[in-house]
């Protein structure tokens, strides 16, 4: 099989740790026979540098003529006050919408290497912590209506919208019941609804979607005690199905408890095949070229990418393992290395995941 991969590198650490993750997937080939054909598009602070926009048309073009997306990271200082529609963000949540990819899928997994790495107490995190938080991607109040009024005026206001649809709400609950059937079958649905509509909506149409899946036990948490409950026993949590915003603020939160933010890959899918795989961190510009980035949720991205677009499960697993190893045999980037380890620069750590993919016996 060859597959069509668009790569996005991005800003700041971006294409380093795209870079690192591509020398994986090229060992991945070698070693499971498929291979990949990488075409590099630019989105976010480089495209406005070039292109004047953050998402130019053909950067979407290319992307639905593809398999998948891998994306590094955008954004910087360079490109703070822009306009709103100007801004590498706005080029983010562009071609999210623009391809469609209305569900987040955002795993947070404490690796066994690392768990003194987690800023939560031993016996918290003692057990299994396998959290996998599904963010509603495409709706909500990042994409609701939003404005200033009475403009530079002493009396100016601005408003966003938070909106759901009950279609919107039912797919991805759809998702994150899918999801649990496959894991440990509990679906804790995270809202407002003891004060916002939209909410009240979220948990209606939730309630309704599962009827349908009878072996997956669902609760609500509102989404103050879900981020307190996150902290108290992160344990408890199987699948986190929420909104959009809220699901940006529990997965930064739920990756913490694994340690370090550098270590969760994430998902974005739609309706079909095509998704779009990037780390949940950002571009980290104050550590930009200086080969200090943690590679490792960039290239758990691919793995994922592997899996869920394009169903090469072998080779995800293969990746997993390999990222598994070299963290057992006690490589760490500086992010991860507070309690020692041998300290390595992205492009090594890169390299060794890579080796320990051709080394894998099948
Ligand atoms: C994320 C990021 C983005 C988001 C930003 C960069 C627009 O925080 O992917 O979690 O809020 O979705
Ligand atoms: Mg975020």
Sequence with gaps: MNYKITVIKGDGIGPEIIDQTITVLEAVSEKCGISFTFKEEMMGGCAIDKYGVPLPESTLKTCRESDSVLLGAVGGPKWEGLPGDRTPEAGLLGIRAGLG??????????????????????????????ILVVRELTGGIYFGQRGREEKGTANEWAYDTERYSVAEIERIARTAFEAAS????????????????????WREVVIRVAKDYPDITLNHMYVDNASMQLIRDPGQFDVIVTTNMF?????????????????????????????LYEPIHGSAPDIAGQDK?????????????????????????????????????????????SFGGKVVGTAEMGRLIAEEVREYEL
């Design 247 to 275: 699901g940006d603020i529990l997965s930064d939160e739920a990756s913490m408890i694994t340690g370090s933010i550098g270590m969760l890959p994430s998902a974005s899918l739609g309706s079909g095949k095509l998704g």
């Design 182 to 201: 496959k894991r440990r079958g509990i679906v804790t649905s995270v809202d407002k609804a003891n004060v916002l509509e939209s909410s009240k909506l």
């Design 101 to 130: 990819l209305y569900a987040n899928l955002r795993p947070a997994v404490i690796y066994e290497a690392l768990r003194e790495a987690s800023p939560l107490k031993p016996e918290i995190v003692e057990g299994k912590i396998d």
């Design 293 to 337: 980035a943690n590679p490792i949720a960039t290239i758990l991205s691919a793995a994922m990418m592997l899996r869920y677009s394009l169903e090469e499960y072998a080779a995800a697993d293969i990746v997993e393992n390999a990222v598994r190893k070299v963290l057992e045999k006690g490589y760490r980037t500086p992010d991860i290395a």
